[in-house]
């Protein structure tokens, strides 16, 4: 049988200075991500900021991958449970949830969908999802299922696209129509050879939204995609 975290009681804490919890390390690697990203989040690190040695944290969390599951577990904890009255509203909530928590959290993003998360709160909210998308009154369970991971996907790479063009303008001091501007000169070299008519008029004739209003168009197909098979 396979020993998940979920399941396996903290160790009891002997006699010694600064009692640790998983919650306590928990918040600590949350603050390191938050602050830095995932690429300081290890044990070493966790263990430095709590003042401990690095041996006693694997007396709580046996790998890496498991302090990550317990960070994404913690995430989940804080989005709030989904709203409304018809599942198009539903659907809707855990979007502007799930993109919330992320923009919070930018490393979030980054570990949606790299592994299965069954920590309490992902299960809690997926339960929480699907009782809000019953009361609406849908009951098949592939299209519920289907309907949620559909939406987990277009959520997942949205903000991703979003967080990327966030650091690239962060790195290069360039907002998108900024950028736009200093690569117009060689696009329009391009587009001048006849071999990109197609992309030449989406370019030329697109509207510059923003990262909310993006999100709302992409969610706004997706929910008019689903439609005809939710009813």
Do not use: C
């Not at 306590?24 to 603050?31: H, P, S």
């Not at 990203?37 to 046996?62: F, I």
């Not at 919330?100 to 790299?114: Q, T």
């Amino acid at each position: 049988m396979v020993d998940l975290i979920w399941e396996r009681a903290e160790p009891p804490e002997r006699r010694v200075p600064g009692r640790l919890s998983r919650v306590a390390i928990v918040n600590a690697a949350l603050t390191l991500a938050d602050a830095d990203g995932l690429e300081a989040v290890s044990v070493r690190n966790v263990a430095g900021a709590l003042d401990v040695g690095p041996m006693r944290l694997y007396r709580y969390v046996d790998t890496k991958d498991e302090l990550l599951d317990l960070l994404v577990d913690a995430v989940y904890a804080e989005i709030p449970p989904a709203t409304g009255s018809t599942w198009s509203e539903v659907l809707r909530s855990i979007a502007h949830g799930t993109r919330d928590a992320a923009l919070k959290h930018p490393w979030f993003a980054e570990l949606l969908g790299r592994r299965p998360q069954f920590g309490p709160a992902a299960l809690a909210r997926t339960e929480a999802s699907l009782t809000a998308l019953r009361a609406t009154g849908l009951e098949d369970v592939d299209l519920l299922m289907g309907s949620l991971g559909a939406l987990n996907a277009y959520v997942s790479g949205a903000v991703r696209k979003e967080l990327t063009e966030r650091r690239a303008e962060e790195s290069t001091g360039l907002n998108e129509r900024e950028y736009q501007h200093l690569t117009g000169p060689y696009l329009t070299r391009m587009f001048a050879t006849g071999n990109y008519p197609s992309l030449e008029r989406s370019v030329r004739d697109a509207r510059h939204l923003s990262p909310a209003e993006s999100f709302e168009l992409g969610l706004d197909l997706l929910v008019d995609g689903i439609a005809p098979r939710l009813g």
